[in-house]
């Protein structure tokens, strides 16, 4: 019997994907197991399998659609059932229908009722942009549709969701390729176009919104990082040998940033409606700058970590990021986060939110800089640290308190190693 090629459930902090590739085109054999199509979320691309062999007999949404969980891709049919025209997949869980026929006139409609996807639709909340005035690019408003009115460029049409899709590739590539360089005003200068990836446009989205839905401030401070560089001089060696990693800078900063959000629990929070939701648990995100993008996979109840496990899951993090395969369930959540720009070189930054979370520390490069200490100038290996917040709920007192008390632990280990 036939079986739909359905969206997977994604998580609480991923909402909708979109369809990347189709490595399957409509009367194509498939196995059990087989990869049929891309997906790609603002965090990982997903690989949606055949669940019995067949023939792919209906694709439903075509390459650049978005989709939410649970959303039919297209059909899979026994092959001896699959002749001539596929079958439409009829959507039963779903509100909406696949293919909708093309709206009315977006300016003869309501916001209301346009036919958008539900990423659109909160892009376009964010900016205050009227969904009526926006021709969608294919049956409903996507995301990339938004953008495209906000920044005055015109959207580009999907290809038909009725026409086979093309034959798969050799390798698959969620961004599309780059157009040639052209010469700019015959100035003999070049320029080059690249159209932004799916991910790519997703971030710039949800950087926006956090900036258009939270009132962000940063403060800033500074941590000799003596103490702790004395240890991991000391300790570098065994713990490498016991544990099979290196003793790094992270695992002392997650350990730290945990005993101030127990200082400071408004910092561990979220804003639900007009509720404050106080986390008595620390998933801590770390961010790392993939090739595709930053994603920020989560260390789940950090504080009941060691720090092998937290330097561990950090190093294999970085290792999934760079290959493409980190799972939906490692970036689900996260009550608050970390980033490092400091491995880049940064001296001095404002991090962004990443909601619904209400703060996030920002770490930056060690330099050795001359600070009075006890009367007497001496030189020290200084970081500039970073916290920014959201105003709403978390006083300038209760920032300024928390990256202070980041720096107490680091200075001191041993507080560090009894908060821990």
Do not use: C
Not at 205 to 218: F, K, P, V
Not at 386 to 410: C, N, P, S, W
């Amino acid at each position: 019997m036939p079986v739909n090629i359905v969206v997977p459930t994604l998580s609480e902090s991923v909402q909708e994907a979109t369809v990347a590739d189709w490595l399957k085109k409509e009367g194509d054999s498939v196995k059990a197991g087989d990869t049929v199509v891309v997906l790609e979320t603002d965090k990982v691309s997903l690989e949606v399998i055949a669940e019995q062999d067949g023939v792919i007999a209906s694709i439903a949404q075509p390459a650049g659609a978005d989709v939410t969980a649970g959303q039919i891709l297209g059909v899979i049919a026994e092959s001896g059932a699959f002749e001539g025209a596929p079958a439409q997949p009829q959507t039963n869980h779903q509100p909406q229908p696949v293919n909708a026929a093309p709206a009315a006139p977006p300016v003869a409609a309501s916001a209301s009722e346009v036919a958008a996807t539900p990423v659109a639709k909160r892009v376009a909340a964010a900016h205050e942009v009227d969904l009526a005035q926006i021709a969608p690019s294919g049956s409903k408003v996507t995301k990339a549709d938004v953008q495209n009115f906000i920044s005055g460029q015109p959207a580009t049409p999907p290809a038909s969701a009725a026409a086979p899709t093309p034959a798969p590739r050799p390798q698959t590539s969620i961004a599309p390729p780059a157009a040639p360089s052209v010469e700019s005003n015959g100035s003999g200068r070049r320029e080059e176009r690249i159209r932004m990836s799916r991910r790519r446009q997703t971030i710039a989205a949800r950087l926006i919104e956090a900036q258009s839905t939270a009132a962000m401030l940063t403060t800033f401070n500074e941590i000799d990082m003596q103490p702790v560089q004395a240890i991991r001089t000391r300790r570098k060696d065994s713990f490498k040998e016991k544990y099979g990693v290196s003793l790094g800078l992270s695992s002392f900063f997650v350990k730290a940033t945990i005993g101030a959000l127990k200082a400071f629990p408004r910092i561990n929070a979220e804003i639900q409606g007009g509720e404050i939701v106080l986390k008595h648990y620390y998933d801590i995100g770390i961010a790392i700058g993939a090739a595709e993008g930053l994603v920020v996979p989560v260390l789940r109840d950090a504080d009941r970590m060691s720090f092998a496990e937290i330097e561990k899951a950090i190093r294999d993090y970085a290792k999934q990021s760079e290959e493409g395969t980190l799972s939906i369930e490692s970036l689900r959540g996260g009550t608050f986060t970390i980033t490092n720009g400091g491995v880049f070189g940064s001296m001095m930054s404002t991090p962004i939110l990443n909601p619904p979370q209400v703060g996030i520390l920002g770490l930056h490069a060690i330099k050795d800089r001359p600070v009075v200490v006890k009367g007497e100038i001496v030189v020290r290996p200084m970081m500039y640290t970073a916290l920014t917040y959201d105003h709403r709920i978390v006083d300038g007192r209760e920032a300024v308190q928390f990256l202070v008390r980041v720096k107490e632990l680091m200075e001191d280990p041993e507080a560090l190693l009894i908060e821990a």
